[in-house]
């Protein structure tokens, strides 16, 4: 019964003081002694020192950690704040008051905004070094993505998140910049391959594989490296068919040698237009798909083996054609040869075989360039030599038109004479200069030469000067032939005065007859004088086609048929004036 009511009362509220008195009954109902209830006492009060020893430990711990606790938040919050470039916390005041739970409780919220901030912030570091890592590969060509950048979470301020953006934007532009050079040098290697005939995927991807059209734009790599290949294939293509076109053009020139030496139809010809298109473009000009492909070149070269075979076998009629080309050039320039001799000895050197064809069309062309630079030589004095004949030629004309009693009639065409006479008479004074020029001019280019001036086989400047003794000559008998006409006309009067001083007494002065010597005079002088020029001087060479000659100053016979005409023209002018004057 002492038990349960014992644990009763233990159950009731339960003190310090309750507690001992429980104790002290327990003591009594035992029987302890005072001795063993003092050291029992004094244990129960050792053992509460302990337990509160303990309890104000475990409190003094408890702070100590949230002291801790407060000082790490700060210190966190501090390292926060300078990662993230940020000078205070607006949500935190700096100098915060209360307990110490009071204190965490409310640095908590401002720790806890400012790692989502970091967290964030850290994210936008690692994207931005990520691209920029990526491009710095791209342009190095070593990238390698499993490799992640380390980002540096000391350093998550805004500035530098802006030079990294900063820099990011440089690579991005130089990114652009080398794609678009990349892109530029495809472009290139295409055209190039087109015009060349080459396989242009095979070609691209050799440099990389990424190059390929069927890899997107941003895909395709643009490395130093790629850059660099390009370029040095870009070199090669351009060198490649800068000798391509050199070695066409050549063919092509051959082969138009080869045409025009063996006349070959134009039709054959426009077989090869492909290549001879191009025979004076430039490097840049040749833009046409295979223009300059192996196969074509192969072809033009077969076709001038071909045609150097056949032009072996064309020899002789290939050298007389040069033979011709040169006789034309010899003629046009008024040099004698002999070309049945050229001839000749065409036909021994190619019977005898002594001589390659090459060589002997290559001497022949030779010939041909000298002459041509003979006829250069000779151009300007055969000019004058071509205006001096053609002054000669109407100085003889004119002659022939001033012996036309009908001149003067108003038939048809009369007016174009005139006018043309009118001309020649300012051509025929400007002769006596003309010939003084060339006969200067041809002095000077034996002087310069060492050699004569032949002119179709006669030296010019004899025919100069014969041609100028002759004109001398004729002006001489023009103006002898000018007295005895002062002289008969002299005579004419003096006999006339005689004669119409004495009247016949047969006949009466002032009948019809009575004028008869006169008209006899008049008749059987002048008019027998102009006969007798005409018979004499007045003649013309015809030519078989019953035409009058031009005059040629080219040999003595010819200028004494000039100085006959002249003489002929002097006689008819004087035979003409005795008949004007006449009453």
């Given at each position: 019964?002492?038990?349960?009511?014992?644990?009763?009362?233990?159950?009731?509220?339960?003190?310090?003081g309750t507690l001992l008195q429980k104790l002290q009954e327990i003591w009594d109902e035992v029987g302890e002694s005072d001795e063993d209830r003092d050291k029992m006492l004094l244990q129960i009060d050792q053992e509460c020192l302990d337990v509160y020893k303990r309890k104000v430990e475990q409190a003094d711990k408890s702070r100590a950690k949230l002291l801790q606790s407060l000082s790490d938040a700060k210190h966190?919050?501090?390292?926060?704040?300078?990662?993230?470039?940020?000078?205070?916390?607006?949500?935190?005041?700096?100098?915060?008051?209360?307990?110490?739970?009071?204190?965490?409780?409310?640095?908590?919220?401002?720790?806890?905004?400012?790692?989502?901030?970091?967290?964030?912030?850290?994210?936008?570091?690692?994207?931005?070094?990520?691209?920029?890592?990526?491009?710095?590969?791209?342009?190095?060509?070593?990238?390698?993505?499993?490799?992640?950048?380390?980002?540096?979470?000391?350093?998550?301020?805004?500035?530098?998140?802006?030079?990294?953006?900063?820099?990011?934007?440089?690579?991005?532009?130089?990114?652009?910049?080398?794609?678009?050079?990349?892109?530029?040098?495809?472009?290139?290697?295409?055209?190039?391959?087109?015009?060349?005939?080459?396989?242009?995927?095979?070609?691209?991807?050799?440099?990389?594989?990424?190059?390929?059209?069927?890899?997107?734009?941003?895909?395709?790599?643009?490395?130093?490296?790629?850059?660099?290949?390009?370029?040095?294939?870009?070199?090669?293509?351009?060198?490649?068919?800068?000798?391509?076109?050199?070695?066409?053009?050549?063919?092509?020139?051959?082969?138009?040698?080869?045409?025009?030496?063996?006349?070959?139809?134009?039709?054959?010809?426009?077989?090869?237009?492909?290549?001879?298109?191009?025979?004076?473009?430039?490097?840049?000009?040749?833009?046409?798909?295979?223009?300059?492909?192996?196969?074509?070149?192969?072809?033009?070269?077969?076709?001038?083996?071909?045609?150097?075979?056949?032009?072996?076998?064309?020899?002789?009629?290939?050298?007389?054609?040069?033979?011709?080309?040169?006789?034309?050039?010899?003629?046009?320039?008024?040099?004698?040869?002999?070309?049945?001799?050229?001839?000749?000895?065409?036909?021994?050197?190619?019977?005898?075989?002594?001589?390659?064809?090459?060589?002997?069309?290559?001497?022949?062309?030779?010939?041909?360039?000298?002459?041509?630079?003979?006829?250069?030589?000779?151009?300007?004095?055969l000019d004058k030599v071509e205006k001096w004949m053609l002054a000669c030629e109407e100085e003889s004309w004119l002659e022939d038109y001033n012996r036309d009693d009908n001149r003067y009639n108003a038939s048809r065409g009369a007016h174009l004479n005139l006018k043309r006479a009118e001309k020649a008479r300012i051509l025929v004074n400007k002769i006596p200069a003309l010939v003084d020029t060339l006969i200067a001019?041809?002095?000077?280019?034996?002087?310069?030469?060492?050699?004569?001036?032949?002119?179709?086989?006669?030296?010019?400047?004899?025919?100069?000067?014969?041609?100028?003794?002759?004109?001398?000559?004729?002006?001489?008998?023009?103006?002898?032939?000018?007295?005895?006409?002062?002289?008969?006309?002299?005579?004419?009067?003096?006999?006339?005065?005689?004669?119409?001083?004495?009247?016949?007494?047969?006949?009466?002065?002032?009948?019809?007859?009575?004028?008869?010597?006169?008209?006899?005079?008049?008749?059987?002088?002048?008019?027998?004088?102009?006969?007798?020029?005409?018979?004499?001087?007045?003649?013309?060479?015809?030519?078989?086609?019953?035409?009058?000659?031009?005059?040629?100053?080219?040999?003595?016979?010819?200028?004494?048929?000039?100085?006959?005409?002249?003489?002929?023209?002097?006689?008819?002018?004087?035979?003409?004036?005795?008949?004007?004057?006449?009453?």
């Amino acid at each position: 019964m002492a038990v349960e009511d014992t644990k009763n009362s233990l159950q009731g509220e339960t003190t310090c003081g309750t507690l001992l008195q429980k104790l002290q009954e327990i003591w009594d109902e035992v029987g302890e002694s005072d001795e063993d209830r003092d050291k029992m006492l004094l244990q129960i009060d050792q053992e509460c020192l302990d337990v509160y020893k303990r309890k104000v430990e475990q409190a003094d711990k408890s702070r100590a950690k949230l002291l801790q606790s407060l000082s790490d938040a700060k210190h966190e919050l501090s390292n926060l704040l300078s990662a993230l470039g940020e000078k205070s916390f607006s949500e935190f005041p700096e100098s915060a008051s209360g307990t110490i739970k009071e204190q965490l409780a409310a640095i908590a919220p401002a720790l806890e905004q400012l790692w989502k901030q970091k967290e964030k912030r850290v994210k936008e570091f690692f994207d931005v070094q990520s691209e920029i890592q990526k491009i710095c590969g791209e342009i190095t060509g070593s990238l390698n993505i499993s490799e992640n950048p380390v980002v540096d979470e000391s350093q998550l301020s805004v500035e530098k998140l802006d030079e990294y953006h900063c820099q990011l934007q440089e690579l991005q532009k130089e990114k652009s910049e080398r794609l678009h050079k990349v892109l530029e040098f495809v472009s290139t290697v295409h055209d190039l391959c087109a015009v060349l005939g080459i396989d242009f995927f095979g070609t691209v991807t050799e440099v990389h594989p990424s190059l390929n059209d069927a890899t997107g734009v941003q895909s395709k790599s643009i490395s130093n490296d790629t850059l660099s290949k390009l370029a040095k294939m870009v070199l090669a293509l351009k060198e490649d068919k800068k000798q391509r076109l050199h070695k066409l053009q050549e063919l092509a020139t051959q082969l138009i040698d080869l045409w025009n030496l063996m006349d070959t139809p134009s039709e054959e010809r426009s077989l090869f237009d492909h290549v001879t298109c191009n025979i004076s473009a430039s490097v840049d000009e040749v833009t046409v798909p295979g223009a300059l492909a192996l196969d074509l070149i192969e072809q033009a070269e077969v076709e001038v083996e071909r045609l150097d075979q056949l032009k072996a076998s064309r020899m002789k009629e290939i050298a007389f054609k040069k033979q011709s080309e040169l006789e034309e050039i010899f003629a046009h320039a008024h040099i004698e040869i002999v070309p049945e001799a050229a001839r000749e000895k065409i036909m021994t050197l190619i019977d005898s075989g002594n001589v390659e064809p090459s060589e002997l069309l290559d001497d022949m062309d030779n010939k041909i360039v000298k002459a041509k630079e003979e006829v250069l030589s000779r151009k300007e004095i055969l000019d004058k030599v071509e205006k001096w004949m053609l002054a000669c030629e109407e100085e003889s004309w004119l002659e022939d038109y001033n012996r036309d009693d009908n001149r003067y009639n108003a038939s048809r065409g009369a007016h174009l004479n005139l006018k043309r006479a009118e001309k020649a008479r300012i051509l025929v004074n400007k002769i006596p200069a003309l010939v003084d020029t060339l006969i200067a001019k041809t002095r000077a280019w034996e002087e310069d030469r060492g050699i004569s001036f032949i002119y179709d086989g006669v030296p010019l400047l004899a025919m100069l000067d014969e041609y100028t003794m002759l004109r001398h000559e004729r002006e001489e008998e023009k103006r002898r032939f000018r007295d005895h006409k002062k002289f008969h006309e002299q005579q004419s009067t003096d006999q006339e005065s005689i004669t119409n001083s004495r009247p016949s007494p047969a006949r009466p002065i002032g009948t019809k007859k009575a004028a008869g010597p006169r008209a006899n005079g008049a008749v059987n002088g002048t008019p027998s004088s102009r006969r007798l020029s005409l018979n004499q001087n007045g003649s013309r060479s015809m030519n078989k086609d019953g035409k009058r000659d031009g005059m040629r100053p080219m040999t003595p016979v010819k200028y004494d048929a000039i100085s006959k005409e002249d003489s002929g023209s002097g006689s008819h002018v004087s035979g003409t004036e005795p008949v004007s004057s006449s009453p």
